[in-house]
């Protein structure tokens, strides 16, 4: 079988060079008319040629185009939008800006959607009923790409009695008039894994494009509880984003009867109005105690106090880096602080849960715990003679 050299071939769609389409066209005229047929380039028949052939590159191009029309990569535009239409990702257009508002007032009062909060430039109306106090998404009413700063909403349009204050403490999302392709290329990569429900990945997925710094999801098919997770829930821990839409893109994306964890607790409705509970969790805090001596080499020209003060810096920065359901490693511990401080020599270093710690071995959290150092729950003493 004879090998394919444009076209379809083995290595994708290779498009024929119009050098080529050209030179085709002159042999096969000249098969047909003898030798003497004229094609050099500036004879009317070479001419000729050269306008066929260009109408046939046209072709090959647009062979290519539908060879690569499946691939997001390749294609742009509408051709991008109906590849995106295949995994359900619609292309943004005309979103507007919203944004994560808190709000407080008397325990139990519930502040229906709709609801008019105010920067005191753009209305933004509430997306969902609120039980305070609690979070929710607000969308602003106009159509644009609006900033919306840190603690700008703070003003209260619609009065609700039980209803005294509502403010945004993070940087909103700002609008989209229209989602350019490598934007909307990006976010089809995170939401492939929606429609395969019924998996950690599809829940993954699920929350990738709200306003959240942490993800963690676990399924736990063991057989028996991990921590605190009973067997045969799927455990969320999130980050940033509202409770109310993080509970219902659990819903979505989870298997009908799997329950869930965690010790956030929201009713979302399905489609006929029926109530599911849906559990999830933020990170807490745990204070790492750290205890530790030092000498200062002979060379060192550093103070016993700017000393401590390094050390403790250099311990506070390692333990905040760490992410939610890291462990701290104790052995991990000496590298970080010994590249800020250089001069110096650890001569012992505990770490604990508790004031006065004495461990040396791996401070375990589970996925909705983080570590956080604290400078007053870090003692170094210089035992330099």
């Not at 389409?21 to 094609?39: C, M, P, Q």
């Not at 209305?123 to 969902?128: A, C, E, H, Q, V």
């Amino acid at each position: 079988m004879a090998t394919i050299q444009y076209g379809v071939t083995e290595n994708g769609f290779v498009r024929k060079p119009v050098a080529d389409v050209v030179s085709n066209l002159n042999n096969k005229f000249i098969a047909a008319f003898g030798s003497n047929f004229d094609i050099s380039p500036e004879s009317p028949d070479g001419q000729y040629i050269g306008i066929m052939a260009d109408e046939i590159a046209s072709c090959w191009e647009q062979a290519e185009q539908v060879f690569n029309s499946y691939r997001p990569g390749a294609v742009s535009g509408i051709g991008l939008d109906n590849v995106c239409e295949l995994t359900n990702t619609v292309r943004y257009v005309d979103k507007p800006s919203q944004a994560t508002v808190l709000c407080a007032g008397d325990t139990g009062t519930v502040v229906p959607a709709g609801s008019i909060v105010t920067d005191g430039t753009m209305r933004f109306t509430l997306d969902t009923d609120v039980t305070l106090p609690g979070d929710v998404t607000v969308i602003a009413e106009e159509v644009c790409e609006y900033y919306i700063a840190p603690n700008t909403i703070n003003q209260i349009v619609t009065p609700v009695a039980g209803w005294t204050s509502v403010n945004n403490e993070t940087t909103g999302e700002t609008g989209i008039n229209y989602e350019p392709d490598p934007q909307l290329r990006a976010r089809r990569e995170k939401t492939t894994a929606v429609s395969s429900t019924a998996t950690v990945e599809a829940i993954y997925a699920s929350l990738t494009d709200l306003d959240i710094d942490y993800i963690r999801v676990r399924d736990n098919d063991t057989g028996s509880p991990i921590g605190s997770q009973p067997s045969g829930t799927i455990f969320v821990v999130v980050d940033g984003g509202t409770s109310n839409d993080i509970a219902r893109r659990i819903y979505n994306a989870k298997t009908g009867g799997v329950p869930t964890h965690g010790d956030i607790t929201i009713t979302v409705a399905d489609s006929k109005g029926y109530p599911h509970a849906i559990h999830f969790s933020r990170p807490t805090y745990t204070d790492i105690y750290v205890k530790g001596t030092f000498r200062r080499r002979t060379n060192a020209n550093v103070s016993s106090n700017d000393a401590i003060r390094q050390l403790t810096e250099a311990t506070v920065n390692y333990l905040n880096s760490l992410q939610p359901g890291q462990s701290v490693v104790w052995s991990n511990m000496f590298a970080p602080i010994m590249a800020a401080t250089q001069s110096l020599e650890i001569d012992s270093l505990f770490i604990g849960i508790a004031p006065n710690p004495t461990g040396i071995t791996t401070i375990d959290l589970d996925i909705d715990k983080r570590a956080r150092g604290v400078a007053a729950n870090i003692s170094y003493s210089d035992i330099t003679v």
